[in-house]
């Protein structure tokens, strides 16, 4: 609900608020007062374009303010981005314009610094506005698919449920096998990559206890004539085959020295015991040398062979990681990866399948969508033509034209349905769609008709109506003031007018002024009491407000209104 409206410095108005309260809210004023000024900060607050001629002459800075009041149970159906500013505790929305000179100027959200484009957007479904040639959200296409949504009320919810479910798994199935499908390519490549570095790896069969016993051997058969030499002369010197000293007979021949002495002394005996062991080692290593000497050949096919083995280790290391544990580590990963990449392309059916079936699932439920629509579009017709009827449009004819699309392109949030309202305004016209009428108070008086249809259906909003009444009076005139007070009981109605019989029905009137000082007009707004209304009632019928007929006119306008409205 709108519960204030302030502007400051901008033309004439010099520093105007209106304090609202649900219900119904009149502004009323004579012709040149300012109504004009009223409805263009209105549609300043709604994103439009601001002229470059806006300020007035109290400052370098004109003020548009408005504050809405978002009650709990109001919040389901504000916008997503109202919902987002004010969270879970707060309530209060306040949309600010500032406008400078030559047209600048910046909108604010609860202070928040935001494009003109992000004002408009916010405040839709907060605030209609209708005014004279101002067609604005009823000649929107989406919003014209959202009324007839709303009036089938139950009989689409469901359908529209599980469409948007559809939707949602449609789309993301399709993102997902559009990303499958545009990394086909590079997986291939990188399959083909990774099969060839696990083939080459897994020819090889490389270990690393391998490599460490032929790093070995590769040693030994490098130096192997050394090896045989050196063998040989060690066996000598420990047990020669000649009468020359060597380690072995030099042991034996102490062993002999000690042998007698044996049992005289324990630690002696100790002593002769270990030479006795040493002896024997000594002949056991010297044919461990002798024979691992005799094993040592050179064999220069072998050595080829190892060489030409390590240097398989050397080629491999540098080329997967620098060592042969890393090549090895390369070799599993890539295996791992194979597996993965496997796997992927088993599922990439899976996901075309499940992709074609989100499709014809999210298909059914568009038709679904559209029978319901066309199954509730003759009964807003007929709702709609009877509202205009009441209202003084008794030739007039309201229709709704419904056309579906084809293919899963051309489905949006709504379905594949765009909807647009004709209004045929007297008999052997043809209907035209509401952004051809050239009334604006006809267009005004189908926005009406359209809002009492649905009353209570739509969510909450305040509704401003400019000349709603253009062209109409007496019956009609009254018939416009009930249905404005029918529809205010159901959302927060504001009304600028000329006509006495729809001011009558006002709860809050304000009088639109201008004043003319000694320097310069400016415009204010007053909010009236009951005597000021009824003296406002006389301007409205052409007379003063101390004119007797008049003022008897005026109370029995009111009466009637009030009395109605306590019926």
Known sequence: MLTSLLIKNFVLIEDASLDLAPGLTVLTGETGAGKT?????????????????????????????AVFDLPEEHMATAPERVRELLGENESELIVTRRLGAGGRGRCFLNGMVVPRDTLRDTLSGLLAFTAQQEHRRLLDPAYQRQVLDAYAGDAIMGPAHHYREA???????????ADAERSSDERRREAEMLSFQVGELEAAGLTEEEEQALLREQAVLARAEEIAQACAQATALLNADQDTPD??????????????????????????????????????????????????????????????RLRL????????????????????????????????????????????????????????????????????????????????????????????????????????????????SNPGVPARPLARVASGGELSRTLLALKCAVAGLEGTETLVFDEIDAGIGGITALAVGEKLRSLAAACQVVVITHLPQVAAFADRHYLIEKTTGTSQASTRLVLLDEAAVIGEICRMLGARADDPAARAHAAALRAAAKGDAGQ
């Open 37 to 65: 000024l009223l409805t263009q900060a209105l549609g300043l607050l709604l994103g439009e374009r601001a002229a470059d001629d806006l300020l007035g002459p109290g400052g370098d800075e004109a003020v548009i303010q």
């Open 167 to 177: 939707l949602i798994s449609w789309r993301d199935a399709s993102r997902r096998l």
């Open 247 to 308: 380690a072995a007979g030099l042991a034996a021949a102490a062993r002999s020295v000690l042998g007698p002495l044996q049992g005289l002394d324990s630690d002696l005996d100790g002593h002769l015991e270990r030479l006795t062991e040493y002896l024997y080692g000594l002949l056991d290593l010297a044919r461990e040398i002798k024979r691992f000497g005799e094993g040592v050949t050179v064999d220069q096919g072998r050595r080829t062979e190892v060489d030409t």
């Open 313 to 424: 280790y050397t080629d491999l290391a540098r080329k997967y990681g620098g060592t042969t544990a890393t090549a090895l580590e390369r070799m599993r990963s890539g295996r791992r990866r194979l597996d993965q990449l496997t796997d992927i392309e088993e599922g990439f059916e899976a996901l075309r399948a499940s992709a074609v079936e989100w499709a014809a699932r999210l298909e059914e439920q568009a038709r679904a969508l559209s029978t319901a629509r066309r199954a509730t579009a003759p009964l807003l017709e007929a709702a709609v033509t009877q509202q205009l009827t009441d209202l003084g449009m008794a030739q007039a004819a309201f229709s709704i034209s419904i056309n579906t699309s084809g293919g899963l392109e051309s489905l949006g949030d709504a379905g594949a349905d765009s909807v647009e309202f004709l209004l045929a």
